[in-house]
């Protein structure tokens, strides 16, 4: 088996219809893998289906082939935002984030575990993102769910080991996606990007999808429980004064 490729895996992946998710479908589907994605958009070959309510997850599990009596890869991509500041929230945008970012991520893994520990050398990949680590005025709600996204991949890296099940988790930080489109059109946010980001510009889905691919190929069946930020050096970057000094 060449390690660096996914031929004959079978995949699901939660939100992938379009941006990171979607990207994500076309990397693993070039690299050899029989992907299903689950969304709440139809998509071709796709399963229909909001994955952040109990109806949504019976529906994903039961649209899954006939044969797929083991998975492979479960990419936890399905996400959603409300930007605005903690006082304005309510508890009902609080709850609708949660179980979008959060429960679905839990439920799909305990769900699908059995097929996974069939596999025998499953990979569980959630997308977390920067904001789990660092405030960048994403909201609180949606700050709490990517640093869950973070610590039930160690956790669960620990606890499935024993089934050959490896758990991590991407954290990118701003990508230009159909989610970021409002920033992407503002020269100001823009700028803050790319003075904020070491590497000087916003990434691209294809970037995220990458990494993700790579954590589900055997060549890194010794990996799991980490974090990986895809962020261009975003969250290692504190304060140059330095180069403020020079630039003064």
Known sequence: MNAWNLNGYRALVTGGSSGIGLA???ELTRQGATVVSASLEASPGGIEADVSTVAGREAVLAALPEDWDSLDILVNNAGTNIRKPTIEFSL???EFVQRTNSTSMHELSRLLHPRLKKSGHASVVNIGSVAGTVSVGSGAAYAMTKAAAS???RYLAVEWAKDKIRVNTVAPGWVATPLTAKIQISERAM???????PLGRIGQP???AAVVAFLCMPVASYLTGAVIPVDGAMTAFGMDMTAALRDS
């Open 24 to 26: 994500i479908v076309e």
């Open 92 to 94: 009902e945008d609080f």
């Open 151 to 153: 610590h039930i991949s």
């Open 191 to 197: 700028r803050v990007i790319e003075e904020r980001t």
């Open 206 to 208: 294809e970037e995220i």
